[in-house]
Antibody, heavy 118, light 110 residues
């Protein structure tokens, strides 16, 4: 069955970077896009960007220059690295799968809590 | 502040029907059919329950239905059950290959 398993919770200092992973299984990894979405405490969900099935990526304007999304096809893992962290980046980060062009996310990871605190 | 607006909470008694609204703009909900709804029980992975405004994925109860009018999409849960108590999020495709979400609605079964 399809599974998206994310890495564990992280605590980071302001100014640091964090790298969250999302390991996929149960389907053909290169046939689907993977998105990253986050939810800060008391806030709504925020779309961060996408790694296309081709391997290219695109990020939301709010994160451009600060987020790097990559993938490793040998391990079916997608990575999201966010730099120059501030307290406002404290959030739960999710990966979510999309069949190309479908326009919705059919499977989600369980979420990774990133806490930014000095 | 979320791009899409949802009520913070909606409640109903078992067996009743409730509707959750999701209001966007002509740049997202109003101009795209890629409106979807997600059920999220805290601690679990979110689950898609409606896609393309009104389609249900295989395995999702027919008690869940979706619709759209103008810039507002709606999720209706009929025959409310205890297991429906969860957070519900709407999402829409927006411009330039981006997506927007609502803040979520907490559904409580009284």
């Amino acid at each position: 069955q399809v599974q998206l398993v994310q890495s564990g919770a992280e605590v980071k200092n302001p100014g640091a970077s964090v790298k969250v992973s999302c390991k996929a299984s149960g389907y053909t990894f290169t046939s689907y896009h993977m998105h990253w979405v986050r939810q800060a405490p008391g806030q709504g969900r925020e779309w961060m960007g996408i790694v296309y099935s081709s391997g290219n990526s695109n990020s939301a304007p709010n994160f451009r220059g600060r987020v790097t999304m990559t993938r490793d096809t040998s391990t079916s893992t997608v990575y999201m690295e966010l730099s120059s962290l501030t307290s406002e980046d404290t959030a739960e980060y999710f990966c979510a799968r999309e069949l190309g062009g479908a326009g919705y996310f059919d499977f989600w990871g369980q979420g990774t809590l990133v806490t930014v605190s000095s | 502040q979320s791009a899409l607006a949802q009520p913070a909470s909606v409640s109903g008694s078992p067996g009743q029907s409730i509707t959750v609204s999701c209001t966007g703009s002509s740049s997202d909900v109003g101009s795209h059919t890629s409106v979807s709804w997600y059920q999220h029980h805290p601690g679990q992975a979110p689950k898609v329950i409606i896609y393309d405004v009104s389609n249900r994925p295989s395995g999702v109860s027919a008690r869940f239905s979706g619709s759209k009018s103008g810039n507002t999409a709606s999720l209706t849960i009929s025959g409310l059950q205890a297991e429906d108590e969860a957070d519900y999020y709407c999402s829409s495709y927006a411009s330039s290959s981006t997506y927007v979400f609502g803040p979520g609605t907490k559904v409580t079964v009284l």
